[in-house]
């Protein structure tokens, strides 16, 4: 069992919206601001597309945004386009070298 | 640009060892603090250990899961990242996936910027 919580799947049409949550304790995700997602096309590299709560990497899109409350955070892909079929997965730090992640989730676009 | 591969993975008995390897290119490879992380079969991702940068003396951290039985090597001259793993068991059957540590204007170390495609590591029974 992962440490933090993900909705296994989750699914939207091409130009929706989908919000993916995680979430964790006040020991990790409630605790930093160090709460990263990562997008993983299964046989690719993954790859980081938001970092410390809300930011985004140089050449991620814009539609990829991040939020956390309390001791959860989420993830939201707007304008969905069919590339953004792809597992999600979060992490926090926890402390003390201490780094957990989710059990991922698959966004499927219908 | 930025990449990192791996290799070394395979099939290996409990209680065996294997070595896997991450040869990087496309930046300074002595600088960061690079990191091994792992995903069982159907299961999420898990952080194995880390090795911080020349600046730092190269030192490691491990999860409790793996210490004592993973070592984390690098050397600086060929940019490659070693994971040594001993006294192996087959709940470490997994896909290791080499990452390099996103630098952090505060010293921190937090998320993972680059990732290799992952080698596969088998360990039967």
């Known amino acids: 069992q992962s440490a933090l919580t993900q909705p296994p799947s989750a699914s939207g049409s091409p130009g929706q919206s989908v919000t993916i949550s995680c979430t964790g304790t006040s020991s990790d995700v409630g605790g930093y601001n160090y709460v990263s997602w990562y997008q993983h096309h299964p046989g690719k590299a993954p790859q980081l597309i938001i970092y410390?709560?809300?930011k985004r990497p140089s050449g991620v899109p814009d539609r990829f945004s991040g939020a956390k409350s309390g001791n959860t955070a989420s993830l939201t892909v707007s304008g969905l386009q069919a590339e953004d079929e792809a597992d999600y997965h979060c992490s926090s730090y926890a402390g003390s070298y201490n780094f957990v992640f989710g059990g991922g989730t698959k966004l499927t676009v219908v | 640009e930025v990449q990192l591969v791996e290799s070394g993975g395979g099939l290996v008995k409990s209680g065996g060892s294997l070595r896997v390897s991450c040869s990087t290119s496309?930046?300074?490879?002595?600088?960061?603090?690079m990191a091994w992380l792992r995903q069982a079969p159907g299961k999420g991702l898990e952080w194995v250990g880390l090795?911080?940068?020349?600046?730092?003396?190269?030192?490691?951290e491990y999860a409790a899961s793996v210490r004592g039985r993973f070592t984390i090597s690098k050397d600086d001259s060929k940019s490659i990242a070693y994971l040594q793993m001993n006294s192996l068991k087959t709940e470490d059957t997994a896909v290791y996936y080499c990452?390099?540590?996103?630098?952090?204007?505060?010293?921190?170390?937090?998320?993972?910027?680059?990732w290799g495609q992952g080698t596969l590591v088998t360990v039967s029974s």
């Open positions: 090795i911080r940068g020349k600046a730092y003396s190269g030192t490691t």
């Open positions: 990452t390099r540590i996103r630098p952090n204007i505060y010293g921190d170390y937090a998320d993972f910027d680059y």
């Open positions: 410390e709560v809300t």
């Open positions: 496309g930046f300074t490879f002595g600088a960061y603090a």
